[in-house]
């Protein structure tokens, strides 16, 4: 299956009330947009530093401060929707939620309608592909097409191959090798299709 992230609770009921993209003409972004674009920056610095580290303490540190970050920028989305916060604005929650859940369905229906693969599970910020196969190079291989598919429709989105998993089994179907893709955080808070 493959996944990714989209947003969290907060949907609207109606199509009406989300807000247009903000575009203010002259390129520059609010701060919040700034904010996030820094947070997912030093997180692929981290991650970049991770992938290279051999110090398995190292390792370890890189990997709690690239999750660090990624929790901080998720949380950006539940300021918007907790009615308390200083940066409560509702029809940005439901704007973040409805691009996510846009996001997912078209990488559902990358998955299915492009690649050919059977979409078994997807929730609100992933999907999971069953593969059909046993071969780790073949679903590695699939979960980059549907990576480098999806990532080339978005500007500010990123997929990321979560894991692959031999077997699941789930409301008692067993699913023989799924692979789980999941979006980088935050990014798809700004997720917006390229033109």
């Given amino acids: 299956m493959v996944a990714a992230t989209a947003s969290h609770a907060c949907r609207s009921t109606q199509a009406e009330e989300l807000p247009p993209l903000p575009d203010r003409g002259d390129g520059a972004k609010g701060v919040l947009p700034r904010v996030l674009k ?27 401060r690239q999750m660090a970050l990624k929790l901080t920028a998720n949380s950006m989305y539940g300021c918007l929707g907790f009615s308390h916060s200083r940066f409560y ?14 996001t997912l369905q078209a990488t ?3 998955a299915e309608k492009e ?22 190079s073949v679903v590695k291989d699939l979960g980059l097409k549907v990576k480098k598919a999806v990532n080339k429709r ?42």
């Fill in 38 to 64: 820094n947070i997912i920056s030093k997180r692929r610095e981290v991650k970049g530093l991770l992938k290279k580290e051999k110090n398995v303490k190292k390792r370890e540190t890189y990997e709690i």
């Fill in 89 to 102: 604005a509702k029809p940005l929650a439901a704007l973040v939620t409805s691009l996510g859940r846009d």
């Fill in 108 to 110: 559902a229906d990358v």
């Fill in 115 to 136: 690649l050919g693969l059977e979409v078994i599970y997807g929730d609100t910020d992933s999907i999971m592909i069953n593969t059909r196969t046993d071969d780790l």
């Fill in 154 to 195: 978005y500007r500010l989105l990123e997929l990321e191959l979560d894991g692959i998993f031999k077997t699941m089994r789930r409301v008692s179907v067993e699913v023989d090798l799924e692979l789980f893709v999941r979006a980088a955080t935050a990014s798809h808070a700004a997720a917006t299709p390229s033109t």
